[in-house]
């Protein structure tokens, strides 16, 4: 059956496939609406078709994205069905600029399906981050954590499965079960808030799990809208802004006029200077590491791994308490 509708055919590729993330949580894109033709569209308020150049179309994007210009790109639209240990859900649903429908233990029955991190995943406490990990905990301590994450699972799941066996209300049913069991949801969002959700969590700062799904979400994004792709990652994901004190500071260093960029004579900048110039010691940190060459990140999907809906809903069935298989 034809369509009007436009289509991608990088898009069409991986259109209800699931991509897996983790042990046993994946990400699907089920429906897209738009692409970079549409942003260009509703930026020029234009039913033009045909007429432009994809050099042109590219020009436009990248200028609405270095300018800040982002209703356009409201235009896009993304439906994905994702399955995530609960934790990573809790903050993931901070990004409320996104319909959601989570599945509900209230009258669904939950897959016993935990998240259990790899040993290179497994590290003490950040002394430097209260968010964060860092350092290696060990092999004995991961040992005896996998453990106790069994012996908790087991008498949870245990629990779970026979309060249902003897009809007990599923709402009350569900109560104890962990953080680290996967839910699911159908989430929807537009190309602009999607792009602001991927800054914050394809971030090595944020939380290494939800890395990874944001990750694969990054790479569907590279497929349907391109040219929009590229521009957030030259001129979000990829750039820095600079505060006033640090513009003082390369000034001492940098000459900028109308023949380019050069070095200005003698030009030195020792730790004194930046102080002197208003940076604290993490500001000067931060700056240096603004100064590195960026490496382009690769966030292209991995299409063997790709499987089919009918693969991951069979597992998540045999997963349900085995009296209701």
């Not at 399906?113 to 060990?138: I, K």
């Not at 940098?254 to 930046?274: F, I």
Request: net charge negative; proline share 4%; glycine share 6%.
């Amino acid at each position: 059956m034809e369509t009007k509708r436009t289509t991608i055919p990088a898009a069409e590729e991986i259109l209800g496939g699931y991509f897996p993330v983790l042990d046993h949580g994946f990400v699907s894109l089920v429906d897209y609406m738009g692409s970079d033709e549409a942003v260009e569209r509703a930026a020029r308020v234009s039913y033009g078709a045909g007429t432009r150049k994809v050099s042109q179309t590219r020009g436009l994007i990248r200028y609405l994205r270095r300018h800040r210009h982002t209703t356009p790109s409201e235009m896009v639209e993304f439906k994905f069905h994702c399955a995530m240990p609960m934790f990573v859900a809790r903050q993931w649903i901070r990004h409320r600029t996104a319909s959601v429908n989570e599945v509900s233990a209230r009258y669904s029955l939950m897959p016993l399906l935990f998240y259990t991190p790899e040993r290179e995943q497994y590290a003490l406490q950040s002394r430097s981050n209260n968010q964060g990990r860092e350092g290696d905990a060990g092999d004995e301590l991961y040992r005896e954590a996998v453990e106790r994450w069994e012996r908790l699972r087991a008498e949870a799941g245990e629990a779970y499965g026979w309060m249902l066996e003897q009809d007990v209300a599923r709402e009350i049913a569900r109560i104890d079960l962990p953080v680290s069991m996967y839910t699911q949801w159908y989430w929807k969002i537009d190309l602009h808030n999607l792009l602001h959700f991927l800054s914050l969590r394809v971030d090595p700062r944020a939380q290494w799990e939800i890395q990874q799904f944001a990750r694969v979400i990054a790479g569907m994004v590279q497929r349907v809208a391109p040219l929009s792709y590229e521009a957030w990652v030259d001129y979000d994901l990829e750039s820095r802004p600079l505060t006033r004190a640090e513009r003082t500071v390369l000034s001492r260093l940098l000459v900028a006029d109308e023949g380019g960029l050069r070095a200005r004579d003698g030009g030195v900048v020792d730790k004194e200077a930046l102080a002197g110039a208003g940076l604290s010691g993490r500001e000067m940190a931060e700056l240096i590491d603004k100064l590195q060459a960026p490496e382009r990140p690769d966030f292209d999907l991995d299409l063997e791994s790709m499987q089919a809906a009918e693969v991951v809903e069979a597992k998540m069935y045999q997963a349900v308490p085995g009296s209701f298989e």
